[in-house]
Structure formats: structure tokens, C-alpha cells
T-cell receptor, first 110, second 111 residues
Framework: DGGITQSPKYLFRKEGQNVTLSCEQN?????MYWYRQDPGQGLRLIYY???????QKGDIAEGYSVSREKKESFPLTVTSAQKNPTAFYLC?????????FGPGTRLTVT | KQEVTQIPAALSVPEGENLVLNCSFT??????LQWFRQDPGKGLTSLLL?????REQTSGRLNASLDKSSGRSTLYIAASQPGDSATYLC??????????FGTGTRLKVLA
């Protein structure tokens, strides 16, 4: 089955801790993305990567970091510098200019 | 700066009704437009992709149109069913990588 997996589905962390969200795809897509979704707002781009070992900041990159060591994987780290990290995080990939999304990770920081 | 707007934000219709969801964008220089469906607490599911050179795309009971010159797209849902209840989002692709999303229309189809 081709698709995008994100884990875990729910994540709880204490304030001040870094946390890493996993995203894996087996669609053989070059481009991968991380978005944040908050209630009543559209999707906001955090980071994107068009190719292995290269990535660019999106509109709200502060307090986040990523790596792209393998084509299939694009993990997102939410650092303690992110002021309001509680949100729903969505990973996506694109091939032929069409985006596909994973099931999302809901992060709650208290 | 590209802005994507979806109106209305929420819509309730009785089962069986045909309905139209709207998406407007401010800059016509788009590569394509994609419609998605999102169920509560889930990821986005791609419904239809319209290339900038196309006028419409159809899949089952769904038909999406694109008018670049007026900055508009519509998603037509025929014979709506309770299972169509979800949030529908549109997104335009600028350049080679940047997708700009609308805030969505929350649809409820009443049985």
C-alpha cells in the first residue's frame, strides 16, 4: 500500500522538552512538507524539502527543525523555542505537482 | 501575496441536494488547483486536481471547475449524502513547490 505514515497519532509533552514527529512515505516523491493546522485557520507551511539533504523554511519555521537524510523520511522536531506548539501537524509529499497527506499527529504541550 | 478564500465557512444541506462550494484566489498565476476533503481529526484526502490549462475535472459525483481569469474555482457535489459531511479545502500551487490553502468550508449533510 502506497502512502504516508505519521507517528505517533497523539503526543503529549511537558513544556521545555523537544519532541520529534515522524513522517515516512513510500510514494517515491522527491518533495515533502510539514504543515501546522490550528482551529479556524488554514494550513501553514513550516518546512519543505524538494530533494534529499536539502530543505527550506516555510512561513512559520521559528522553533522547528527538520532533516532529510533519506528520500522516504522527513522528521520534524518541535523545540522548546516554539512558543505555542500545541497543534495538529500534517506531513505531505508531492509528485507530479499533486499533494498527498499523512493522517497527522496531534501534539499537546502542557 | 496570494490569498485563497472559501465562502461560506460552514454549510448545512438536506440529503439529496446538489451543492456548490466556492474557492477564490487573488493571483491568477497558479500552476494548478487541488480540492481536498478533511474528516475531523484526520489528514487531507485529495479529491480533484485541476491543471491551470484545464477548465474542469470530474470524479463520480464531484465536479470541479477552474476559471483562472476570474480567480475562481467551484466544487460541485451532486446528490449529497450524509457521508459527504466533512471540511472541504482548496489549495493553489504557485511555482514549483508552494501550496496556498483556503481555510475550508465545513459541510454538514442532514439525513
Amino acid at each position: 500500500d502506497g502512502g504516508i505514515t505519521q507517528s505517533p497519532k497523539y503526543l503529549f509533552r511537558k513544556e521545555g522538552q523537544n519532541v520529534t514527529l515522524s513522517c515516512e512515505q513510500n510514494l517515491n516523491h522527491d518533495a515533502m512538507y510539514w504543515y501546522r493546522q490550528d482551529p479556524g485557520q488554514g494550513l501553514r507551511l513550516i518546512y519543505y524539502s524538494q530533494i534529499v539533504n536539502d530543505f527550506q523554511k516555510g512561513d512559520i519555521a521559528e522553533g522547528y527543525s527538520v532533516s532529510r537524510e533519506k528520500k522516504e523520511s522527513f522528521p520534524l522536531t518541535v523545540t522548546s523555542a516554539q512558543k505555542n506548539p500545541t497543534a495538529f501537524y500534517l506531513c505531505a509529499s508531492s509528485g507530479s505537482r499533486e499533494q498527498y497527506f499523512g493522517p497527522g499527529t496531534r501534539l499537546t504541550v502542557t | 501575496k496570494q490569498e485563497v478564500t472559501q465562502i461560506p465557512a460552514a454549510l448545512s444541506v438536506p440529503e439529496g441536494e446538489n451543492l456548490v462550494l466556492n474557492c477564490s484566489f487573488t493571483d491568477s498565476a497558479i500552476y494548478n488547483l487541488q480540492w481536498f476533503r478533511q474528516d475531523p481529526g484526520k489528514g487531507l484526502t485529495s479529491l480533484l486536481l485541476i491543471q491551470s490549462s484545464q477548465r474542469e475535472q470530474t470524479s463520480g459525483r464531484l465536479n470541479a471547475s477552474l476559471d483562472k481569469s476570474s480567480g475562481r474555482s467551484t466544487l460541485y457535489i451532486a446528490a449529497s449524502q450524509p457521508g459527504d459531511s466533512a471540511t472541504y479545502l482548496c489549495a493553489v500551487l504557485e511555482g514549483t513547490y508552494k501550496y496556498i490553502f483556503g481555510t475550508g468550508t465545513r459541510l454538514k449533510v442532514l439525513a
